[in-house]
């Protein structure tokens, strides 16, 4: 029925949401991984320079 319908597409809705919310954290994740990584490398750049 059309009601039926409508509670697979809210079903569907709230699922693709929940899929999204954990991209979203898995993305944060990398995001502040690549962050580190770069003032990791920044710093050990700084160092290199400061012994030559």
Avoid: C, G
């Avoid at 009601?3 to 979203?24: D, G, K, L, N």
């Avoid at 995001?31 to 290199?48: G, H, M, S």
């Amino acid at each position: 029925t059309e009601e039926e319908a409508r509670e697979r597409e809210a079903r569907a809705e709230v699922e693709i949401r929940a899929q999204i919310e954990e991209i979203e954290r898995a993305q944060a994740k990398v995001d502040a991984r690549a962050i580190v990584e770069v003032v990791t490398l920044e710093r050990l750049e700084a160092r290199i320079r400061d012994k030559m």
